[in-house]
């Protein structure tokens, strides 16, 4: 038994977070899904605090009293929730965090709505954490197949989209495009300009690009994005010692992250069984070819190209995509807050 709140009962109801673009995003989803809130308060940086966003002004979070609130969404960055995340938990308030500050914590559960929502049942410290947008894409996908054979290694490669590092994200790859096009422009007319512009935020230029080091080095030559993958996979699972190789890749793609996915798992599982379980598993669509443009503003992912991996035994190859801002981030976190209340 997972419910917290009483069946049907209007919560008051707080965003850290509220002027970025998870956090609007949530915003835009809890009306979307008429989430029963008594009462709703919004919080940001100082900078942003004054500023009104659909009636409600914004306050700022660094020193805000969070008595009074049932429930607060986190998408303010693993300092900010760090930091504030236990004070509003010990304020009374149940806090959903999107960011990576408490995933790795053993006391603080790591959900995803349609695959683990059971261990919602114990919240010593108040606190459900939101896995990163790339593991999030998979886990609908991976959970029933796992059910149904026991996953045993994974090898990943990600395509993932501007909009996951933010709205910086974003501006720099539309800022890039444009220059790319100014400099071609240019050189048709006769210019000798040259097309490649500064790298911003990511070690190479991301316009026309990919970016296969996608931000930290951690662990063994593997990127932070990467071992996420890896350590959040294994906690959603519940596979404590799953083998999990990712390679994570930025793309120049405004929304959409995309997974291309090699299983071995320890019981035979046809392509055609496969497909059968993902066509009746829950935040899951069928395509023929998922692609970020179609998944796009959409709540499920898509999963297509199923298709024996010969290179093992009892392998899968697949390819999914979701929509990263959404499914990946903003929505979980409102189904999570969806099964609280039953």
Known sequence: MVQRFAPGQKLNLGIVGATGVVGSTMLAIL???????ASLRLFASARS??????????????????????????????????????????AGAVVIDNSSAWRSD??????????????LADLPLGIVANPNCTTMAAMPVLGPLHAEAGLK??????????????????????????????????LAEGGHQDLLPAAEKWAVPIAHNVVPLNYVLGEDGYTEEELKLRD????????????????????PVFTGHSLSINAE???????????????QA???????????????GQDPVFVGRVRPDTSVDNGLALFVV?????????????????????
């Open 31 to 37: 009306k979307e899904r008429n989430f029963p809130i």
């Open 153 to 186: 290694r994974l090898v990943v490669s990600t395509y993932q989209a501007v909009s996951g590092g933010g709205l910086e994200g974003i501006d720099v790859l539309a800022r890039q495009i444009d220059h790319v096009g100014n400099r071609a422009r240019a």
């Open 322 to 342: 979701g929509d990263n801002l959404r499914k990946g981030a903003a929505l979980n976190a409102v189904q999570i807050a969806e099964a609280l209340i039953g």
């Open 106 to 119: 053993p006391r603080v559960p790591l959900v995803v709505a349609e695959v683990n929502p059971h261990a």
């Open 49 to 90: 605090a004054g500023k009104v966003v659909d009636g409600v002004t914004i306050e700022d979070a660094a020193s805000a009293d969070f008595s009074g609130l049932d429930l607060v969404l986190f998408s303010a960055g693993g300092s900010t929730s760090k930091a504030l995340a236990p004070k509003v938990a010990a």
């Open 232 to 251: 959040e996979s294994r906690k959603i699972l519940e596979i404590p010692g799953l083998p999990v190789s990712g390679t994570c890749v930025r793309v």
């Open 265 to 279: 798992f320890e019981r035979p599982i046809s392509a055609a069984r496969a497909l059968e379980l993902l066509g």
């Open 282 to 296: 829950p935040g899951v669509v069928l395509a023929e070819v998922p692609n970020p443009l179609e998944a796009t």
